[in-house]
Structure formats: structure tokens, C-alpha cells
């Protein structure tokens, strides 16, 4: 769907286009959405832009405030270790689940490549579509439907975050990392879990803690 363009939008094209508002960055924390604005926008009723709304909130992409109505989250430090706890455990399992079905990781591989086609200018919102893909694979890679389901839940609010906190990641740099994450994943064991943890640890939560107190020493040096 166009963006604002025809009256027969359904809730899942309205979220559809205000997610990608929100990894483009045109709707950043502290942003505060109408229902008039965004039925004037989509050419609909109340009912879809309610509905649509609510997928978002679900996805904890937006948040209702008290005597603000709907608005964008901020992107805090204890959401980013929230949000990685939550995605080591769902992530570790299905590794564990994937290592002893026999897994080969090829699709994992086939994510990595489309990663590496990536260029510095590739816009930040599909580099972190194509990571976000290589983590998909990874879990996909267990069988289990209901970890997959989960894993899913969580990608659009681990996508907002990264697209928020602009940490310090090329699409280049992302691709050498996790060519080598499926290089130690083919090896299988406590070596493959080891390397998961890792770049799930050391690589990409610190990275969004420096890139969260660094935008904000940004913003308080602005004032």
C-alpha cells in the first residue's frame, strides 16, 4: 500500500506503513500519533487506524500513555537488556534444537550472502532486515514452531531499537561477523553455542549500550 492513499486500508497495511515509518526514522521517540491525522492519512475510519494501532503496541513498537494516547517508545537501557535476554534464551534454545536435529545452517549461509551483497549505501532499514534475517534462519533451524513464533514477536521491536540507536554496525562489518558465526555454527557444539553467545553478548548488546550513551551525550551537548 501507498502511503496515505486509499480509503479500503486494512489495520496490517497501516501497521505495515508505520513500521516502516519507524525504522526510517521518520517517527522517532516522544512522537505522538491521532487517530484524525492518521484516518485523514490512510483515508479510513476509526476502527482500522484503532486496529492497526494496537498491532503495534502488541509489538511494543508503540505504547499508550496516560493522557497522551499512543506515542513512540524511548529506547532505554534496561529495554536493550530486556530485549536481549529475552532473544539470547529464544536464540540459545533453538541453536541447541538445531545442533542436535543435525542442522546444516544453509539457509543461515544463503541470509549471510544476501548480507554480504550489501553496500555502504544500502539504507540502515533493510541492513538491519538482512541481520535480522541471519537470526530468523538460526532459529528456523530448530523445527520448533513456537520458538519461531516467538522469535518473530520480538524482531519488529529489536529492528526499532537498532534503527533508534544507530549502533555502529556496516552492512560490511555485520557480514564478516556472522560469516564467521556460520563458520563455527557448522562446528557444531559447545563451539557453536559459544559463538552465538558471543555475538549476541559481546557484540551486539554492548553495541547498543554505546550507541545509546552516546546519543544522548549527543543530545544533552545540543541543549
Not at 67 to 75: A, D, F, R, W, Y
Not at 138 to 167: K, P, Q
Request: net charge neutral.
Amino acid at each position: 500500500m501507498a502511503r496515505g492513499s486509499t480509503a479500503s486500508s486494512a489495520p496490517e497495511s497501516i501497521a505495515q506503513a508505520l513500521r516502516s515509518d519507524l525504522l526510517d526514522g521518520t517517527l522517532e521517540p516522544g512522537d505522538r500519533l491521532t487517530e484524525e491525522t492518521l484516518c485523514a492519512r490512510f483515508g479510513c475510519g476509526r476502527h482500522s487506524v484503532r486496529a492497526g494501532l494496537q498491532i503495534l503496541v502488541a509489538e511494543g513498537l508503540l505504547e499508550h500513555r496516560r493522557n497522551k494516547g499512543i506515542v513512540v517508545p524511548e529506547v532505554t537501557g534496561a529495554r536493550i537488556d530486556e530485549m536481549c535476554s529475552y532473544r539470547a534464551i529464544l536464540e540459545l534454545g533453538a541453536l541447541r534444537l538445531a545442533l542436535a536435529a543435525g542442522a546444516q545452517f544453509t539457509q543461515v549461509s544463503a541470509a549471510v550472502d544476501h548480507l554480504e551483497s550489501l553496500t555502504d549505501d544500502t539504507p540502515w532499514r533493510d541492513v538491519i532486515e538482512a541481520h535480522s534475517a541471519v537470526h530468523r534462519k538460526i532459529v528456523e533451524a530448530s523445527g520448533n514452531a513456537r520458538l519461531v513464533s516467538a522469535h518473530r514477536a520480538c524482531e519488529h521491536e529489536l529492528g526499532f531499537m537498532l534503527a533508534t540507536v544507530r549502533a555502529d554496525f556496516s552492512a560490511r562489518r555485520l557480514a564478516i561477523l556472522h560469516r564467521h558465526l556460520v563458520d563455527q555454527l557448522r562446528i557444531g557444539g559447545d563451539v557453536a553455542l559459544r559463538a552465538l553467545e558471543d555475538d549476541l553478548e559481546l557484540g551486539g548488546r554492548p553495541a547498543m549500550h554505546v550507541a545509546l550513551r552516546r546519543q544522548r551525550g549527543l543530545a544533552v551537548g545540543a541543549r
